[in-house]
T-cell receptor, first 115, second 110 residues
């Protein structure tokens, strides 16, 4: 168990809908990262938040947004869903202290199926 | 976004054999991480490397941070059936954003 939790584990929805994925980082970790993994694909970095603020942005679509709350949990919002958004969405967390040795610990993922 | 070149893409080996895989980047990194992912599960951290030339072991797994800082290697000795999965490397130059390899799919034949 990595200590990173994600809910829900599975999500089935229809095209055009909006969903929210939730992530709680490991205790003490300040950074949260979101990744998308499509079938047989690698991990595509979407976005990073550090202590409530956006720190880095990857291949995140404009239909997607995220935020990190004061208690450090994060939500990834996916709107106007398309069939191609079906994927595993992972959250990872890290301590992110300047000069520190970084590692990322992954949650179990949310499997999204858009029908 | 940037992806690392990871090879081989897949491996089919007999139980008991040793395994080697590597990851290369066009950029210099100061951190290399190796993960194992089972189907439908989240990647699990195996080994973290922070210094060029560093050699770190975790049981039967050994990873090395390449001297050029543009590559890393993972070896698995005496493979067993539970080693089956996809192995990913990840590298970072800033300590913030990590770039992931394309994965090596390992199949162990009993």
């Amino acid at each position: 168990d990595s200590g990173v939790t994600q809910t829900p584990k599975h999500l089935i929805t229809a095209t055009g809908q909006r969903v929210t994925l939730r992530c709680s980082p490991r205790s003490g970790d300040l950074s949260v990262y979101w990744y998308q993994q499509s079938l047989d694909q690698g991990l595509q970095f979407l976005i990073q938040y550090y202590n409530g603020e956006e720190r880095a942005k990857g291949n995140i679509l404009e239909r997607f947004s995220a935020q990190q709350f004061p208690d450090l949990h994060s939500e990834l919002n996916l709107s106007s869903l398309e069939l191609g958004d079906s994927a595993l969405y992972f959250c990872a967390s890290s301590l992110s202290i300047a000069g520190g040795r970084e590692t990322q610990y992954f949650g179990p993922g949310t499997r999204l199926l858009v029908l | 976004g940037q992806q690392l070149n990871q090879s081989p893409q897949s491996m089919f080996i007999q139980e008991g054999e040793d395994v080697s895989m590597n990851c290369t980047s066009s950029s210099i990194f100061n951190t290399w991480l190796w993960y194992k992912q089972d189907p439908g599960e989240g990647p699990v951290l195996l080994i973290a490397l922070y210094k060029a030339g560093e050699l770190t072991s975790n049981g039967r797994l050994t990873a090395q941070f390449g001297i050029t800082r543009k590559d890393s290697f993972l070896n698995i000795s005496a493979s067993i059936p539970s080693d089956v999965g996809i192995y990913f490397c990840a590298g970072s130059s800033t300590g913030n954003q990590f770039y992931f390899g394309t994965g090596t799919s390992l199949t162990v034949i009993p």
